[in-house]
Every structure is written in C-alpha cells, then in structure tokens.
C-alpha cells in the first residue's frame, strides 16, 4: 500500500466520523492507498490539540490554511461550518489537492458552481458526503430499480425528518440563524441527492418552505423549520419531498417509497438494516411486501461483517464514503457524488426557495 496524507479541517460531529473512517478503511476494504491522519484543524489551538491527541492526528492547527498548504497533507476533508466551504475547497484545490467536502457543497448554489469550477479545472479527485444513500439498503435499492425489476417508475415519496427543534422552547442556536444552516440548507440536500440517485434529474417543482417556530427565547430565527416540493422527474415520474426538524417522534427519519408498474420498494433510515420489497408476481393471495435484511449480498455490507442481518450503522456509511474518496484518487476516475451531484442539488434547493416565494411551479435548469 501506499501511503496519503488526510488533512480534515474540523474536529467535531463530522470530523470526529472521518477521523474514525481514515483511520479504519484500510484494514476493513483492503485499499490500495493507506490513510496516514497528517493533521487536524480546530477553531483554537486548545481544540485542535485536544482532537489531534484523541484521534491520532501528527500535527494540529487553528488555521485552515496551514493545513492546506502543508505538502504532507495530500487529501483535504471539509467538515468545517457550511459557510467556510468554498474557500477552503478552492485553496485546496489551487494546490491540486484531492477534496471531500461534507453536504451541502457551498452555502449557496453560486459558491457550488465556484467550487465544482475549481474542482474540475484541477483535476483532483472530489466527491461531496451525501452518507445516507450509501448503506447498503439504500445500494441494493439503486440496483433494484436500474435492473427494470420494478417495471416502469411512476413515483417517489421521500422524506428527511427529524425532531431537534420540535420543542418550541428550545433556545436559538447557530442552526436557527442563516438559511445554509436551515432545513432546506441541512436535511434536504440528503433527501434531494437519495431521490436524484434513485429517480434521476428534477426538472421540475412547486415547494412550501416556512418557519413555524419564529422566536425562540426572544431571539427572531432566520431560517426554516420544515419545507414540502412536489416534484417532476426527467423520466416523467410524479414525486414528493418533505423534510423537517420539527417533526416530533421522528429521529432518522431518511424514508422514501418508490413505486412501479412491476413492483415498489420502502426504506426508512430508523432501520437502515432493512429494505421492503413488493413484486407483482405469483398468486395475488401470496403477493406483499417482505422485509429484506441487508448481508454480505448486498452492496458494501461484507468488508464489515459476514453475517447476514447483524447490520451496518451511521460510522460505517462515513467508511463506505472514506473507501469511495480513495478509491477516486487511485483509479484517477470520478467516483459518484462528486462536486457536480452537489452543485445539482444546490440548484434544486435554490429553485425551491424561489418556488416558495412566488407560490408558482419553476423549472429547475433555469437556475
């Protein structure tokens, strides 16, 4: 193997995960390249010591820039606040270093377009981390529908709900201020990207975004709380997506249905070992949906267990990811979501804030 050196810029939630993925991918995937933890990049020397001690990184620093122009870090991963993305993605890329930036690409679609100009104008690898499409349910899922067992689709539903800030008591935080910090800007890019992935482009929308809870503590909150979009594909199906952060009971509630002439598959992220199955075939007294457990079948499942239904969990989508970003780098080829997925997925969220404010349906290209 080949060593690489793995610079990540944050050290907290995300940048904790992909600590945790570099440090374990190469044992569990067997890639050609090996991760060597070069150097971490925290808000203060203090933190960035602290996360250095505890995640094996070499070297630490409170300045990003450090660590994009250090000649050992070789790969740069972006887990920083949404609106550090661009420079420093764009600085990285100045130094033809390979980038994986944590969803969404930019804090706005003008920044994604900056960023996916820089990345291909590199030549670098580059892929953005949409995690929850990459278990191997949600893998399976893709195949299921490419392979025309489902028939002809006609629709998707698709949701990304969680219950964060269903209490209307809860006191403002950096997530209620700015729109990149949103729901429309945190939980539908996911949602946005899983359904592209299994439907294919949105050309078309009508979307509802507002804010239900406008005070908390005394504090106005600037962004969203929960969003809706009626959606048209490109391959003609009907389409639904809803997404919050109010939605009460609902803890990983990355679900979608998708439904066809020949069969229909459900999923929901509260399960993320199991995928439900309906085919239209054989006596209709036998016909129903059955619960599939994901195994050592299923796409990306056995490098981690070879029992079937003893299941996979949130790290190992961030593994999965880790093994996709190397893999890029040694193949020199681009490996799905890169920078383009998630300028796309930008236009999308734009065209959907626009389609709010004028209560209309909008086409998505012209964004």
Known sequence: MTDIGIGIVGGGYMGKAHAVAFSSVAALFGTSLR????????????????YRATYGFHRATDDWRV??????VEAVIIASPQETHCDIAVAAFSK???????????????????????????????????????????????????????????????????DFYADPDAPATWRTNGMANGTMGDLAPHMINGARRLMGPIVALNAVV??????????????????????????????????SRIATGRKMGYAYEVHGTKGAIRFDGEDQNAI???????PEAEQGFRKILTGPAHPDYLPFCQGPGHGTGYQDQIIIEAHDFLKAISDKTPVWPTFAEGMEVNRVVAAALDSSTKKAWVNVADY
């Open 35 to 50: 991760p060597r933890l070069e150097m971490v990049c925290a808000s203060s020397p203090a933190s960035a010591e602290r």
């Open 67 to 72: 660590l994009v122009e250090d000649p050992k």
């Open 96 to 162: 033809n270093k390979h980038v994986m930036c944590e969803k969404p690409l930019g804090a706005s679609l003008t920044e994604s377009r900056i960023m996916l100009a820089a990345a291909e104008a590199s030549g670098a690898a580059h892929m953005v981390g949409f995690n929850y499409i990459r278990t191997p349910a949600s893998q399976y899922a893709y195949e299921l529908i490419r392979s025309g067992r489902l028939g002809d689709i006609t629709y998707f539903r698709g949701e990304h709900t969680e």
């Open 210 to 243: 507002e804010t239900v809870h406008t005070d908390r503590g005394g504090v106005p909150v600037t962004n969203d709380d929960q969003a809706q979009m009626m959606v048209r594909f490109e391959n003609g199906a009907q389409g639904h997506i809803h997404v």
């Open 276 to 282: 439900h199955l309906y085919l239209r075939d054989g």
